[in-house]
């Protein structure tokens, strides 16, 4: 009466989630091939092969490495995405943010230097199969070359700057 059904496929890796509760606070490296999502407090590196989430409540004071990210919460270290990095609109990170795609939502605040592109693994990969003419600095027009703007309209000019020090002399 009752046939068994031929069982699925179980050999496929199963994504376990982890939870890190509002209200704890956890001080260490936590490495996951798992998703993660944090609502409490961390202190220490995070770094996983899935996606992290943050929720608004969430504090971490550490570096985090992912494949995803979904920050909602306050980061005060470096965020290394390999693929999509989200800043809910109650995200404040301050730190370096490196990220393939990136999305911010109205209201996130963030402090850093922001680099798009591979993940720095890939980067220093990058360089090291480089050639030497690879490697050379490219003209970058968004740099500013303080000596260029403060130096040659002065070129063949007078000019009143102060270049040492003076005395004046008050007349009577």
Do not use: W
Request: proline letters at 3%; hydrophobic letters at 30%.
């Amino acid at each position: 009466m009752f046939q068994n059904k031929p069982n699925k496929d179980t050999s496929a890796p199963v994504t376990i989630g982890n939870i890190i509760g509002q209200g704890t606070h956890l001080e260490g490296t936590i490495v996951t091939t798992g998703n993660l999502r944090i609502e409490g407090n961390v202190t220490g590196g995070i770094q996983t092969k899935a996606k992290v989430v943050l929720s608004n409540t969430a504090h971490v004071r550490g570096n985090i490495v992912a494949q995803n990210a979904e920050i909602g919460g306050t980061v005060h270290g470096t965020i290394e995405t390999a693929e999509l990095l989200v800043f809910k609109s109650t995200a404040v990170v301050e730190g370096d943010i490196i990220a393939t795609k990136l999305v911010f939502e109205e209201g996130a605040y963030f402090d850093g230097k922001c680099k798009m592109g591979g993940t720095r693994e890939e980067q220093k990969a990058d360089k090291l199969h480089a050639t030497p003419s690879d490697l050379k600095e490219a003209k970058n027009p968004l740099t500013i070359n303080t000596k260029q703007i403060f130096q040659e309209p002065y070129k063949g000019q007078k000019h009143s700057m102060h270049t040492g020090p003076s005395i004046h002399k008050e007349k009577k």
